[in-house]
């Protein structure tokens, strides 16, 4: 092979840069539309294994000449051997992604969002494979941490090369549609873990409840404010960060909504979302700065590679803030949702510490699109 596998961060940097990227995607086609990799810039091509291997060269005459061909499949097993074919065809720019749409799911790429008063700086960590956010909070050689994924790593790495340590690590709510590092990255680095309590339905460890109006302060300047705000679940808690940033969890993202039925009480929370999203998120200051924990689409991803949008901007452009009858509203985020995540129970067991899979079976739950969203 002539070219160089490219590695999941190699991938998340063009796409982030708006770099023009070809995706050759050797998997099923039902899992190929299921999920796929996205970007403003990527042009992708869906060939399952099988039609490559039995006919490479017509495979060819499908693909551009003037880019490089990236072969993806589950695990970036089977996208080398079809490397091999187009090679063998005549294609000669021509590599895959190591690893595959697992690795792609589990690669984070952190992207600062600026600068605190008090001259600490906060991070938000892109997971474009699953459309998961998660930030890092840091001041004065401290650093906390919100809704962190599994790949712990990730943090601890990233705490390292910035010199400081990880002392406080903070979930918004109860999540069902990936597997929390928030326990896990606590245990591994000592800090205090915070939860909020209503979401409690039989978490088996120990934690520091997130009540209304609790705060921490990184570093001694670095200020985070817990504001309840239930209706994606009914413990669900915005931080305020800074009296800049408004962390919001999955109860309100750039183009859309959360989504109240992961626990199977749609009917019963949907008046909550309507009324953090309709009456108290409505007095707080507009100007700050909505960072959700994810979004649903690469095109709420900025031109600086950051997902995040004034408040004011927000109950401008987001028609799911605008809904003005409450029969309306309720009939839109009950009647018209999408698939529950892959797994949603077994993941919410999981992040309860009722059940502890190996790596594998792990990974395998979180296969496929972020679905927290109406």
């Known amino acids: 092979m002539a070219l160089q596998p490219l590695t ?13 990227v070809f995706i050759l995607d050797i998997r099923k086609e039902e899992d190929f539309n299921d999920w796929a990799i996205e970007g403003e810039n990527v042009r992708s091509l869906n060939v399952p294994y099988k039609k490559l291997e039995n006919d490479p060269s017509s495979v060819k005459e499908q693909l551009p000449e003037d880019q490089t061909i990236y072969v993806v499949c589950a695990k970036g097993i089977s996208s080398q051997k079809g490397v091999e074919m187009l090679e063998e065809a005549g294609v000669t720019a021509v590599t895959y992604v190591e690893g595959g749409m697992t690795a792609w799911s589990e690669h984070l790429e952190p992207m600062k969002i600026g600068d605190l008063s008090g001259g600490g700086e906060l991070y938000q960590f892109l997971r474009l494979g699953k459309g998961c956010l998660s930030y890092m909070i ?5 650093a906390a941490v919100v809704d962190a994924v599994r790949m712990t790593d990730t943090y601890k790495n990233f705490a390292d090369e910035k ?6 690590v903070l979930d918004t709510h109860l999540h069902a549609d990936h597997i929390s590092g928030g326990k896990s990255l606590s245990d591994q ?10 979401d409690d339905e039989g978490l088996t460890f120990n934690y520091n409840k997130l009540e209304d109006g609790s705060e921490i302060t990184v570093g001694g300047t ?9 209706g994606h679940t009914i413990g669900s ?3 305020i960060v800074d009296n800049q940033y408004l962390l919001t969890g999955d109860i309100l993202f750039l183009d859309s909504i959360g989504r109240p039925d992961l626990a199977g009480k749609a009917d019963d929370w949907v008046d909550d979302l309507r009324k953090t999203l309709y009456e108290r998120y409505q007095l707080l200051s507009q100007d700050l700065t909505v960072l959700p924990a994810h979004f649903g689409a690469m095109k709420e991803i900025n031109q600086n590679g950051t997902v995040q949008a004034k408040l004011a901007e927000l109950y401008e452009q987001n028609d799911r803030l605008n809904v003005e009858d409450d029969e309306e509203f309720r009939h839109l985020v009950t009647d018209g949702l999408p698939p529950q995540p892959n797994s949603h129970e077994e993941i919410r067991q999981i992040n309860m510490g009722q059940k502890d899979p190996d790596q594998d079976k792990k990974r ?8 927290c969203a109406v």
């Open 8 to 20: 999941a961060k190699q991938l998340a940097q063009k796409i982030l840069s708006n770099k023009e």
């Open 138 to 142: 840091i001041s004065n050689g401290e």
């Open 163 to 168: 010199g400081v340590s990880i002392q406080y």
């Open 189 to 198: 680095t000592e800090a205090d873990y915070y939860f909020p309590p209503k």
């Open 222 to 230: 670095a200020k985070i404010s817990a504001f309840y705000s239930p």
């Open 237 to 239: 808690t915005s931080f």
């Open 364 to 371: 395998e739950m979180e296969v496929g699109p972020n679905r």
